[in-house]
Structures are given as C-alpha cells and as structure tokens.
C-alpha cells in the first residue's frame, strides 16, 4: 500500500492514469446477502411478490449496475466488461439470507473490484425495493470482495 494516488499536486482529486498499465484478464468475485423475513422468502420461492420476479429483476438490476459504475463512483474507469454473472442461493438457520454473488471479467488496464461490488450492492437494493412492501426490516450486507485476479497488484483471496 504505497501513497493515495487519486490526489493531485493541489490535494485534489484527480482520476489515475492508468495508460501504462498493461492490459490483462482481470476479475473479481464479491458476496452480499440480505437477510428477509420466513414470509418474503416464501413469497420469493413461491412467486408471490407484487412486484414480479425478484431474482430476475435483481439479477438484471445488478448487471446494468455494473456497466454504470463509473457513472456513479467518481473515480472509477470506464471498462469494456467482457462478462457478468449473478447467482443466488439461500443461507437458511436461524435466519433467511439470500447470498448474493456477483462475478465481473474483463481484458484492461485495472481491475473490476468496484463493478463487482456496485453489482452485488445494486442486486441486494432491489431485494429490498421489491420485498419492502412485505416487510421493511430486511437487513443488507455485509458485501465484500471474496477475489480478484490479475493486474500488477497480484490475486487477492479473502481468507
């Protein structure tokens, strides 16, 4: 971890330059989860929400979120995704979380952490959108990444 690169000589924000990197594959996985009531998750597995499909409609949701990213994180590159790809399963306990993992590839100059986690963060806000109306005490996150690969920084896996 070297110096804050997206400051300028002034102290303000700059976007990095990132010209003289070289192009690779890169990638990166991230989880979220939302953790909803016994009732959403039959309503979710049963079809029964109002307002449609909830995991089509996140799935969707959390793909064009990552094609949007540097429009709403300042700093971030706009990249050519070469792929996006949500999944789903469900954590059932003592409680019902949807795991939501988001996946986003690329060949450029830096990675697709950020993608991956706007991905996953878009997906679990439109679980809460669509399942709000059945119950508002849904709890979010944590969302993290659990791997990136490629670039100069070398492969990160969460322990």
Known sequence: MGEFTH????GRAKMVDISDKEATVRTARVQSRV???KEIYEAIQGGNVQKGDVLSVAQVAGIMAAKKTPDIVPMCHPLPLKAID?????NIGESYE?????FVKTKGN???EMEALTA???VALTVYDMCKAI???MVLGP???LEKQGGRSGDYRKV
């Open 143 to 145: 969302t993290y990444l």
């Open 86 to 90: 949500i999944s789903f399963d469900w």
């Open 35 to 37: 953790i909803v009531t």
């Open 135 to 137: 119950d508002k005490g």
């Open 7 to 10: 400051f300028n000589e002034q």
């Open 98 to 102: 949807l795991l939501i993992e988001a």
């Open 110 to 112: 830096t990675g697709v």
């Open 120 to 122: 996953a963060s878009a």
